[in-house]
C-alpha cells in the first residue's frame, strides 16, 4: 500500500552524510498551467505521484495550510504552497500527509496566476519539514534549494538544483563527497547552506563525541560550476 518508504529513506541517509552514487532530487518537477493564486491558497492541486494505492481511503478533505515565499531569481518570484491530507492505512491506523508545491509567480498582469514547477508528498511522522528556496548565484543561474528535516534529533539535508535551461537538473554534492573523504564518518548530523551566499556549515564529530555534541564545525562556501557545488573555502574551529 505505501509507496514512499525509499524517499524516507533516500533523507535518513542523506542526513547520516553518505554519499552518493549520482545527483538526485526529492519530489517530482511538473509542468501544468496557470493556477489562480487565491484558489492555489485554498485548494490541493492534483498533481499525480499519490502516496498511497487506491484502496487506501482520504479522511476528510484536503486543507491548504498557507502560501510562502520561496525567493526571488532575477525579476521572477517564487513561492510554496503547504497543503494536509489524512489518510485510513486500516481500521486502527491513520496518517497525516502534507505536501509542497513549489509555484513560480508570473510576471506583470498575470501577477494573480502562480505555475506550479514542483511538489513533494511526505508523512509528517517520517519528516519533520520540507522548505524549498530559490536564488540566483553566481553566472545567473537559478538554484533551487529542498531542505528536509527529520522528527527528533535526527538533522537536516538539502538538495539542489538548477532551473534555468532546458529541464531542471539535480546538482551534485561534491563538496560533501569532499568532506566525507576527508573527515570518514564525521558527518553525522547533515549540514546547512544558505543559497544565497553559498555558505554553510556543519558538525564534524571524531569518533569519542557524543551524538548531541560535535567536537569541529566546519564553516563553508561554495561555487557552482556546471551541475556541480565544490568546495570554495573552509574553515575549521572548536564547537562552543
Not at 17 to 39: N, W, Y
Not at 67 to 82: D, F, L, R
Request: some cysteine; glycine content about 12%.
Amino acid at each position: 500500500m505505501h509507496c514512499l518508504a525509499s524517499v524516507a529513506l533516500a533523507a535518513v541517509l542523506a542526513v547520516a552524510g553518505f554519499p552518493q552514487a549520482g545527483p538526485s532530487f526529492p519530489g517530482t518537477f511538473v509542468r501544468r498551467i496557470l493556477v489562480v493564486a487565491g484558489a492555489a491558497e485554498r485548494a490541493c492541486l492534483s498533481l499525480g505521484d499519490d502516496m498511497f494505492d487506491k484502496d487506501v481511503g482520504e479522511i476528510g478533505v484536503c486543507r491548504g495550510l498557507g502560501i510562502h515565499t520561496a525567493g526571488n531569481a532575477g525579476s521572477v518570484s517564487w513561492v510554496y504552497g503547504v497543503y494536509e491530507r489524512r489518510w485510513r492505512l486500516t481500521p486502527v491506523d491513520t496518517v497525516v500527509e502534507r505536501e509542497v508545491v513549489l509555484f513560480r509567480k508570473s510576471p506583470g498582469r498575470d501577477a494573480s496566476s502562480l505555475k506550479p514547477v514542483w511538489h513533494y508528498r511526505y508523512e509528517t511522522e517520517m519528516l519533520a519539514s520540507v522548505t524549498p528556496e530559490i536564488a540566483r548565484v553566481a553566472g545567473g543561474v537559478a538554484l533551487l534549494s529542498v531542505r528536509e528535516c527529520v522528527n527528533g534529533t535526527g538533522g537536516c539535508s538539502q538538495s539542489f538544483a538548477t532551473l534555468d535551461q532546458g529541464a531542471p537538473k539535480a546538482a551534485k554534492l561534491a563538496f560533501l563527497d569532499s568532506l566525507d573523504r576527508r573527515f570518514p564518518g564525521g558527518i553525522r548530523h547533515g549540514f546547512q547552506v544558505d543559497v544565497r551566499t553559498l555558505r554553510g556549515s556543519l558538525g564534524l564529530y571524531s569518533g569519542n563525541d557524543a551524538n548531541c555534541c560535535p567536537s569541529t564545525i566546519g564553516e563553508f562556501s561554495l561555487r557552482l560550476r556546471g551541475n556541480s557545488l565544490e568546495i570554495a573555502s573552509l574553515k575549521l574551529r572548536p564547537a562552543d
